[in-house]
């Protein structure tokens, strides 16, 4: 019995031989160590890095953990703090954008009235408005600056005055209509601010007998003007000028007699008059007549 026991008491398992280890081990070892390395390697420059953006940014206080910088606010960057704390200012062109719909909207409301001749009551109202928020968006005027704007050829485009029916406006002054002798033709004011010359140039057409063709006619009423404050001219009559035009063009022109001042009524002052400048820019130019008259001219 002892000798059959024998071979198991003395009988032992061979050691097993060591397990070589497996290559995605090995390579997930180096890995690890290789990244540890890199990761301490670059952490000075990680962390300048860090310290760098933070003097960008609105974030100053910081916590540590583990050796590496924990942010305790969320940091933004240069751009975001322009666009949160410091938004642009509104476009430079913004106004000249709305003084531009304005004059439209003038403009569109005295087209097809006749420079005010065929314009009612309502139509008149409708100028008005449109003319006083294009004032008020420009702003007062002063001539004392923009004195160079007023020089030029302007063409009127409309008058409340006109709605009289007569040539003179507010003031007395022959009719005109389709059915009467005088037919209004263009208008305009010619302004020379270096001689101080105002003259106001009306086309006209005169009826004639059939088969006579009507006779065109300029008239020139020149004056000279003076600034009175920042907005105001006074303007004072010297003479009129009438020159025939197409077929009658070789005509010289005619220089018309002024009304001797004992002859005149004793209300009458058509030698002078006053008015202010409400709206001035480089094209358009709005008026308020001493009489309360409404002229809208552009740059002809």
Same mark, same amino acid.
């Given at each position: 019995?002892?000798?059959?026991?024998?071979?198991?008491?003395?009988?032992?398992?061979?050691?097993?031989?060591?397990?070589?280890?497996?290559?995605?081990?090995?390579?997930?070892?180096? @890995?690890?160590?290789?990244?540890?390395?890199?990761?301490?390697?670059? /952490?000075?420059?990680?962390?300048?890095?860090? !310290?760098?953006?933070?003097?960008?940014?609105?974030?100053?206080?910081?916590?540590?953990?583990?050796?590496?910088?924990?942010?305790?606010?969320?940091?933004?960057?240069?751009?975001? !703090?322009?666009?949160?704390?410091? +938004?642009?200012?509104?476009?430079?062109?913004?106004?000249?954008?709305?003084? @531009?719909?304005?004059?439209?909207?003038?403009?569109?409301?005295?087209?097809?009235?006749?420079?005010?001749?065929?314009?009612?009551?309502? *139509?008149?109202?409708?100028?008005?408005?449109?003319?006083?928020?294009?004032?008020?968006?420009?702003? +007062?005027?002063?001539?004392?600056?923009?004195?160079?704007?007023?020089?030029?050829?302007?063409?009127?485009?409309?008058? @409340?005055? /006109?709605?009289?029916?007569?040539?003179?406006?507010?003031?007395?002054?022959?009719?005109?209509?389709?059915?009467?002798?005088?037919?209004?033709?263009?208008?305009?004011?010619?302004? *020379?601010?270096?001689?101080?010359? /105002?003259?106001?140039?009306? %086309?006209?057409?005169?009826?004639?007998?059939?088969?006579?063709? +009507?006779?065109?006619?300029?008239?020139?009423?020149?004056?000279?003007? %003076?600034?009175?404050?920042?907005?105001?001219?006074?303007?004072?009559?010297?003479?009129?000028?009438?020159?025939?035009?197409?077929?009658?063009s070789q005509l010289p022109p005619l220089e018309v007699p002024r009304i001797p001042d004992a002859l005149r009524p004793p209300s009458s002052n058509t030698r002078s008059g006053e008015f202010e400048v409400t709206y001035l820019?480089? *094209?358009?130019?709005?008026?308020?007549? *001493?009489?309360? %008259?409404?002229?809208?001219?552009?740059?002809?």
């Open positions: 019995m002892a000798s059959l026991l024998q071979p198991l008491t003395s009988f032992s398992l061979p050691p097993s031989p060591p397990i070589p280890p497996s290559s995605s081990s090995s390579s997930s070892s180096s @890995s690890t160590i290789t990244a540890a390395t890199a990761a301490t390697s670059a /952490f000075p420059i990680n962390l300048r890095s860090f !310290e760098r953006r933070r003097l960008r940014t609105t974030s100053k206080s910081y916590s540590w953990t583990s050796g590496l910088p924990k942010r305790s606010l969320v940091l933004r960057s240069t751009l975001d !703090e322009v666009s949160v704390l410091d +938004p642009p200012p509104p476009p430079e062109d913004s106004k000249a954008e709305l003084l @531009s719909c304005l004059k439209l909207k003038l403009l569109s409301a005295v087209s097809g009235l006749n420079r005010g001749l065929a314009a009612s009551e309502d *139509d008149q109202q409708k100028a008005d408005a449109a003319a006083k928020e294009l004032e008020g968006a420009g702003g +007062p005027v002063d001539l004392s600056v923009d004195l160079n704007k007023l020089q030029g050829r302007w063409k009127l485009i409309y008058s @409340s005055a /006109f709605s009289s029916r007569t040539l003179g406006g507010s003031r007395p002054g022959p009719p005109t209509g389709r059915l009467l002798p005088i037919i209004l033709g263009l208008v305009f004011q010619r302004i *020379d601010i270096v001689s101080k010359d /105002f003259d106001n140039i009306v %086309e006209l057409q005169l009826g004639a007998p059939w088969p006579l063709p +009507p006779v065109e006619l300029t008239a020139t009423l020149a004056h000279k003007f %003076e600034l009175i404050g920042t907005s105001s001219i006074r303007i004072k009559f010297e003479k009129t000028t009438v020159k025939a035009s197409g077929n009658l820019d480089a *094209d358009t130019r709005i008026t308020r007549g *001493d009489r309360g %008259e409404l002229r809208v001219f552009v740059i002809a």
